[in-house]
């Protein structure tokens, strides 16, 4: 008699068959999933597995069969969850559906949570640390005459504050704190630093339809199946990546509201279930919703930040990659004079698919959204402070795409590791290797080399500029240089009315105004420069701040206007 196979052994098999794509392996892929889903799974760990190949599977299917077994599986794990009874604390934080999570989530996120799901998230008080703190904060939210109730010196505390303050309504603690946050006078930045230093451990019970990673898809009326695909999975190289990003999309389309929506709760649902946060996905804009649909099942949405969350020389969107549906990865990129900063990341139950596929079409629709000369990716993302970066090789993940240190000493480095790597097939840099390559920022030029612009227009150096000014020459007041700043560059731009302009653009135009306010001919610019560069300060308020990087980067006259200043104060200059 053969022995039974254990369901630990079935879900292994299933994990290491997700990315075959051969027809015998599509009938070993049906087999597994017809026996697992009748199997009982009481190990957390293999219940976690196979979760993740499933996710895969949703994303990367076979053919129709395959994805309906694996939406099928995916359906059925609340269920799983539930039948292992205490055993399921061990998946705690999993983000996989019936299971809880608990997280210091920002000012933003917890109000989109509270939102959301009022009933299943909440503040959990046996893990808070900051009682001090919260004691001190709650004073700042509140009406002068009620500080002495709150006190937990002759007053209430704030916890019996806290109960009293909802006047007998059915509130939870997290949405009465968010009540008083969102009421209180102090300004919008102010209050999301104090909620941040609260470091609130929010817990959320993911039971509600659409609030956990395994159930959040898309609609995607027409799947993409790998196995009828040719390769079945593409694996882009530096040889094609640089060309790739390059050719033009089919269409970068703005999406209608009820899609960005729809991405926009996608992309926070994903990232929340994760432990994570985004800026761009906590403070989106829904008017400034790129789509691409680049093939393949794959569908890239760049998410615009708000006009006033947007940041003050770059532009900036997020962006979602979805496959099938499924969000697979998330980043972000800025763009300052033709350089694109970039942060990208494939969630680690997708990266066995066509990760390398996946971020030159994110790197193309971003070409064509804002037209960038230059792709450049930090340290961190490299893996300096960044252990999940520095174990995944990211280094190599970048390399094998064209990219490069910027720094001479790390291009040694890596061309020592390269040849260690060809005379011995077996080599692996080590962590201590790795550490020294993610010292350097890598980057790739797309179609010839970088101006010095792209080099020496950094956001850090223009703020310095601004410091510097106000420091010398305003002694401090940051009031008065502000004030100056604007009048200045109304008068030398022939925009009296500017303070007549719809909110955002009158924004882009105060925080732009000081570092202009430094260009010492600004006044006697030709009429048509001073027109185009009132485009460029109404454009960083506008719908859209695709439009800003555009016009930003198409003014000649400005561009080297700000990097004559930034040079004059550079070392050696």
Known sequence: MTPRVSATALVRALAAAATRFAARDRREKLRLLDELGRRSIREPRALRELHETLCFLQAYPDDRHVLARAEQGLAG????????GPAARRLHDSGIAGTTLDYPFGLAMARWLVRRFPRDVDVLWG???????LQETLPLLVERAEEDAVSDEGGLGWQRWLRRAKGGRALTDLQILIELFDRSPL???????LFESLALPIGWRLEAPGASRTLTRLPWPRPFFHGAARPALIRPDERGFAREVTRPLPALRRAPRPLARALIEAARVAMASRLRELFAFSHANVDDVLVADPGRGLRIALIGLSPRHRLPFHGYY????????????YGGGWQLFGALEVGVNVFESFRRGESAFIVAQVMRAYHQALGMRTIVVDPYQIGHDNPEALKSGAFYFYHHLGFRPRDPAVSRIARAEQDKIAAQPGYRSP?????QLARSEVYLSLGGEETEAERSLTASRLAALVTDHVAQRCEGDRAGARHHATSH???????PGWRRWPAGERRGFAQLALPISLIPDLDRWPSADRHRLVSVLRAKGGATEARYVRLLDAHARLRRSLEALVAATMPGA
């Open 77 to 84: 794990f609340p269920e799983r969850v539930r039948r292992l």
């Open 127 to 133: 893990a808070f640390v900051q009682t001090e703190q």
């Open 187 to 193: 300004s919008e930045e102010a209050c999301d630093s």
């Open 318 to 329: 997020a962006y979602l990659a979805l496959k099938n549906g499924v969000p697979v990865g």
């Open 431 to 435: 962590l201590s290797v790795l550490r």
């Open 489 to 495: 560059v109304a008068r030398a731009l022939a925009v």
